[in-house]
């Protein structure tokens, strides 16, 4: 028993370096490298920029964004159930209901907490 776990953490290891080997060593024997000055600058759609990199982002943005992917991802969910729909019957059409409902009560409580206001 103790040896299946020895496969499973050789495995893991081999994973792990080949990721860390591929991305870390290789790629920096093979990129080129070859620093200026305009390839240092902050990129701004084709624009200079002006001021400083370091802006600071109001946190509500990140917030709306986050509870947007959330939201998002869940709803992935619908597709391959309304694909299959015809087939699953009603205890899926309820559980499916279900899942709606909770996403409801999710988008309750942060549209209550202000997390949909951008200001």
């Known amino acids: 028993m103790a040896a299946d776990y020895a496969y499973v953490g050789l495995f893991l290891l081999v994973g792990i370096l080949f990721v860390v080997f591929t991305i870390e060593v290789l790629s920096r024997l093979l990129r080129p490298s070859r620093p200026n000055p305009e390839k240092l600058s902050t990129y701004e759609c084709g624009e200079r920029p002006i001021g400083g ?21 869940e709803t992935v969910f619908l597709f391959p159930w309304a694909v299959a729909f015809h087939r699953l019957g009603f205890f899926a059409f309820i559980e499916m209901m279900i899942f709606i409902a909770i996403l409801l009560v999710g988008l309750a409580y942060a549209w209550k907490k202000g997390a949909l206001e951008w200001v």
């Not at 990199?53 to 998002?72: K, T």
């Open 53 to 73: 990199s370091w802006i600071q982002f109001h946190v509500r943005y990140y917030l709306y964004a986050l509870v947007y992917i959330v939201f998002a991802v």
